[in-house]
């Protein structure tokens, strides 16, 4: 019994999530975070920023998901509130990457976040939705 509780130590030891920063801070970015405020400008301008507002939400989602005592980062300013805030962001700092915009924009919110669902001001989610509870 020794052995195999052993076994299964050293296995969920090796596939333990890996930390995603590396020692220098940095981290793989993909999709319209790597694009350039004034690309974001540029989106907004035309009515094109589709791609911009589906990355930001899924970043804010990931955010609320795996930061620990964080149940909505936007807080009371919601989802329009956050683009605002990039609006004036990507204005002033057009040559800044959309994902640094983006932490810059999390920075910001971080001290207002909703920290449950209690609290939060909109209803809570469904049973099993936004969590990591299996489906029923």
């Not at 800044?96 to 983006?102: D, G």
């Not at 924009?105 to 001290?111: G, K």
Request: hydrophobic content about 40%.
């Amino acid at each position: 019994m020794v052995k195999l509780c052993t076994a299964a130590f050293a296995v969920l030891a090796v596939c333990a999530p890996a930390r995603a920063i590396d020692g220098e801070g940095n981290y793989l970015t993909r999709g319209v975070g790597i694009e350039l405020c004034s690309s974001f400008n540029s989106a907004r301008a035309t009515h094109r920023d589709g791609e911009f507002t589906a990355w930001l939400a899924g970043y804010l989602s990931s955010f609320d998901r795996w930061t620990s005592d964080v149940f909505d980062i936007e807080g009371s300013s919601g989802f329009d509130g956050a683009m605002r805030w990039l609006d004036y962001y990507c204005q002033v700092h057009p040559q800044a990457p959309f994902s640094i915009a983006t932490e810059n924009l999390v920075a910001f919110l971080y001290p207002a976040r909703t920290r449950s669902s209690r609290t939060a001001t909109a209803p809570p989610p469904a049973p099993g939705a936004g969590s990591s509870l299996a489906p029923r």
